[in-house]
């Protein structure tokens, strides 16, 4: 039988300013009641319960404490596509610098994206590295294209963002050691190990009640260029999108503002999230000092107009080149996106 038991609404402390927000139903399952899905009614009894949408109960509490074998050991987490984003070259790269890191599976919330990315992300979802997510928010609310409310307006802050990133932790939670929460051009760079792994297997040991792990971004600005261009391939002349090799300059931030982390979490010790730190956890949170792991993010300076005096010189992502650009080269390739001309 059906039971409607009364739910506990609790609205997430971060929402940017925006009128909706996300917000956590919490219902008590009722004694003796072995649930397999879940429904969310506005008026008791009144709707009708083969019209609703039920949802299937995912996480269930096992009973003794043997240690779970997790179907992946790290699952990226990217919130939202939207408009008509097509910067397939750098998608391409940071998806195998993932899968050469030891990532197993990316998880796309997708609004919208460009032609050649759509392309890309058939191709690797038929793969099963990458997990779509459809995510037409654009049809039931007027998303933001920015985060700030005053400056952006909208209804919701950027196209869900905090929902998506908080509903991937939870479908990750039985199934993935690690979750990643950082946006579709950054990499969770280790700079002492060759893998996540590695990393984790240090950092856990060193501070074993930790759920969460703070790393700070990184940004090198895509209008310096690598003066030799040795990676400027010209297999990838027609490929739309910046090539993260061409760029090693990095911009140390400026210790005066606020410095934006993204996350390693342990999915199982976080109850609620926000986008640069977690608004709940069960268990502690240590920032990552940067020799250690630093996010590298190319895209346009955050400093404005800096020298190349300024910056800089930062060639990590050079020590993975040989086994990367060949699998860009293989993936691009599989997804009809390498013209046939330009290649050795």
């Known amino acids: 039988s059906n039971k409607t038991p009364p739910t506990t609404i609790l609205q997430h402390s971060d929402n940017f300013g925006f009128p909706f927000v996300t917000t956590d139903v919490m219902c008590q399952i009722p004694q003796n009641c072995t649930a397999t899905h879940v429904s969310l009614l506005t008026q008791p009894g009144r709707e009708n319960v083969f019209n609703q949408t039920w949802l299937p109960i995912r996480n269930q509490k096992t009973k003794g404490k043997e240690e779970k074998k997790f179907q992946f050991n790290f699952t990226v987490c990217v919130s939202n596509l939207f408009g008509d984003y097509n910067n397939v070259l750098q998608f391409a790269q940071t998806l195998e610098m993932y899968r050469l890191l030891g990532v197993n599976r990316v998880v796309i919330y997708n609004t919208s994206c460009g032609p050649d990315l759509d392309r890309l992300l058939q191709s690797y979802s038929q793969e099963g590295f990458v997990e779509m997510v459809p995510w037409p928010i654009d049809q039931h609310l007027n998303p933001s294209r920015g985060w700030l409310f005053s400056e952006h307006g909208g209804d919701v802050h950027y196209f869900g963002q905090l929902a998506t990133l908080n509903e991937c932790i939870y479908r990750s939670m039985d199934r993935s050691r690690y979750v990643l929460l950082n946006d579709i051009d950054e990499i969770i760079m280790p700079y002492q190990h060759n893998n996540l792994m590695s990393l984790m297997d240090m950092l856990q040991q060193q501070h074993p009640n930790t759920g969460v792990f703070l790393i700070q971004t990184h940004f090198f600005p895509k209008k310096h260029f690598e003066p030799s261009g040795r990676f400027h391939l010209p297999q990838w002349n027609k490929v739309p999108g910046v090539n993260i090799l061409e ?4 911009e140390d931030p400026d210790r005066h503002e606020y410095m934006p982390h993204k996350m390693i979490v342990r999915p199982r010790l976080v109850e609620q999230t926000s986008v640069h730190d977690v608004l709940k956890t069960l268990g502690e949170r240590f920032i990552v000092p940067m020799d250690v ?11 404005g107009p800096l020298m190349l ?15 990367l650009i060949p699998n860009v080269d293989k993936v691009l390739r599989r997804a009809g996106l390498l013209s046939s001309e330009g290649q050795s």
């Open 247 to 250: 760029h090693i300059y990095r």
């Open 293 to 303: 792991c630093r996010i590298i993010h190319v895209r346009t300076s955050k400093r």
């Open 309 to 323: 005096q300024q910056l800089n010189e930062d060639k990590r992502l050079w020590d993975f080149q040989e086994k």
